[in-house]
């Protein structure tokens, strides 16, 4: 009578299991947006206070963080919106520090990842438009924001379609281009800036 075993635990040879680079990348870059949400939810509060103060990020009329922060869009959901990275991101550092110390992650909490950030992503994208070819301003400390959610996004759909849909094409190009992806998806918000202000 052969013993029967059971293993519980993951397996980490196989192509879906979840990476170093992408915890670092939640932890890092989680903690990279906390601090821009801070300071955002900080010359929010100011500007509120004194209408004449001006946010460090003003350098011109098209970098300026005031420009963007007087709009109905920097409140789209009725309240500031870095105040909703103040509650996201936090989110992505623990899962990120989680990962760093080995803790296995039930594919629930994948999945509401999964939610969060594609829910980021859209609203990233929205704000884009509205910065670009509505409100005609661009506010750094936004786009560094932009900047950490759109790898973000990006490395944990990998991720997941890897574990999920391991043979689907989508899954397949980003195990494979990832790298190409994430390149020509910054080389396209980086050009439509230019051609938005600069040409």
């Given at each position: 009578?052969?013993?029967?075993?059971?293993?519980?635990?993951?397996?980490?040879?196989?192509?879906?299991?979840?990476?170093?680079?992408?915890?670092?990348?939640?932890?890092?870059?989680?903690?990279?947006?906390?601090?821009?949400?801070?300071?955002?939810?900080?010359?929010?509060?100011?500007?509120?206070?004194?209408?004449?103060f001006v946010?460090?990020?003003?350098?011109?009329?098209?970098?300026?963080?005031?420009?963007?922060?007087?709009?109905?869009?920097?409140?789209?959901?009725?309240?500031?919106?870095?105040?909703?990275?103040?509650?996201?991101?936090?989110?992505?550092?623990?899962?990120?520090v989680l990962?760093?110390?080995?803790?296995?992650?039930?594919?629930?909490?994948?999945?509401?990842?999964?939610?969060?950030?594609?829910?980021?992503?859209?609203?990233?994208?929205?704000?884009?438009?509205?910065?670009?070819?509505?409100?005609?301003?661009?506010?750094?400390?936004?786009?560094?924001?932009?900047?950490?959610?759109?790898?973000?996004?990006?490395?944990?759909?990998?991720?997941?379609?890897?574990?999920?849909?391991?043979?689907?094409?989508?899954?397949?190009?980003?195990?494979?281009?990832?790298?190409?992806?994430?390149?020509?998806?910054?080389?396209a918000v980086?050009?439509?800036?230019?051609?938005?202000?600069?040409?």
């Amino acid at each position: 009578m052969s013993a029967v075993t059971t293993d519980l635990s993951p397996d980490v040879s196989a192509p879906t299991a979840t990476s170093r680079p992408l915890a670092l990348l939640l932890a890092v870059g989680g903690l990279i947006g906390l601090v821009a949400s801070f300071v955002l939810t900080r010359d929010k509060l100011e500007l509120l206070a004194d209408p004449d103060f001006v946010p460090s990020c003003d350098f011109s009329t098209v970098l300026s963080c005031t420009n963007i922060m007087k709009t109905d869009q920097a409140s789209a959901f009725g309240f500031p919106n870095p105040l909703i990275g103040l509650i996201v991101f936090p989110i992505v550092v623990t899962v990120g520090v989680l990962l760093l110390a080995r803790v296995p992650l039930p594919e629930w909490v994948w999945a509401g990842l999964q939610i969060g950030v594609s829910l980021g992503i859209a609203f990233v994208l929205w704000l884009q438009f509205q910065s670009l070819y509505r409100i005609g301003s661009l506010c750094p400390w936004c786009m560094v924001v932009w900047a950490v959610v759109v790898p973000t996004f990006l490395y944990v759909t990998r991720r997941n379609l890897m574990t999920w849909l391991p043979g689907s094409p989508v899954s397949r190009v980003l195990a494979d281009w990832h790298v190409l992806v994430l390149m020509l998806w910054y080389i396209a918000v980086v050009a439509a800036i230019m051609f938005r202000f600069y040409v």
